[in-house]
């Protein structure tokens, strides 16, 4: 069975550092494109990021600004999402979810439980 499980979510002060991480299993991880997307109390869910299977290609929702990273180590099975200079607006759960195919952004076919984000001081 497809199993994504997101951890490193947390407490942080605006302008803090954090890396999610989502360990993924069930599936042939390395063939598959992955993504980042959030959801933000009182908000719908958006788009973080994206990565294609190899890793070589990435994309970020436009709020990001060049915040965020997006990686993944196939030989681990791990997805990461490294972010910078947290702001308060970043609140939200953060979801890893499967593509249907090798590029990102296509058909999210399974996501995980979420970890909680709060930026906050």
């Known amino acids: 069975e497809v199993q994504l499980v997101e951890s490193g979510g947390t407490l942080v002060q605006p302008g803090g550092s954090l890396r999610l991480s989502c360990a993924a299993s069930?599936?042939?991880?390395?063939?598959?494109?992955m993504n980042w997307v959030r959801q933000a109390p009182g908000k719908g869910p958006e788009w973080v990021s994206g990565?294609?299977?190899?890793?070589?290609?990435?994309s970020n929702g436009e709020f990001v600004k060049g915040r965020f990273a997006v990686s993944r180590d196939n030989a681990k099975n791990t997805l990461y999402l490294q972010m910078n200079n947290l702001k308060p607006e970043d609140t939200a759960v953060y979801y890893c979810?499967?593509?249907?195919?090798?590029?990102?952004?296509?058909?999210?076919?399974?996501w995980g439980q979420g970890t909680q984000v709060t930026v906050s001081s």
């Open positions: 979810a499967k593509d249907r195919s090798n590029w990102y952004s296509t058909d999210l076919t399974n």
């Open positions: 069930g599936f042939m991880f390395s063939n598959y494109a």
């Open positions: 990565i294609n299977s190899a890793g070589s290609s990435t």
